[in-house]
């Protein structure tokens, strides 16, 4: 099982929302980790990184709790700083 939480994270490298994606379409990776589609189609659309991350501690640490709460952490930092980059970008 924790082969998968590397193949998330390499897929993950990709592209967020290609990942969300294929995960979606082929495993029951992103259902595990969400009791319904609008939780993980916002984060699809609005923070990709955070979804993922949250899987992810979900699936393989059993859920926000200690180093899945570092994983979902880091998660949300990463897409801060992915819509930091593009707001100094315009500037």
Same mark, same amino acid.
Not at 83 to 87: E, K, Q, S, T
């Given at each position: 099982m924790r082969a998968m939480c590397c193949v998330v @994270? =390499? =897929?993950a490298f990709l592209g967020p929302r290609l990942a969300i994606f294929l995960l979606w379409l082929f495993t029951t990776? &992103? &259902?595990r980790a969400f009791d319904n589609f609008l939780l993980p189609f916002l984060g699809f659309l609005f923070l990709p990184w955070t979804t993922i991350a949250f899987a992810i501690a979900q699936n393989e640490f059993g859920g926000p709790s200690g180093i899945g709460l570092v994983i979902i952490a880091l998660g949300l930092l990463a897409d801060i700083g992915v =819509? +930091? +980059? +593009? @707001?100094r970008s315009r500037r």
């Open positions: @994270a =390499l =897929l990776y &992103t &259902t =819509l +930091g +980059g +593009g @707001a």
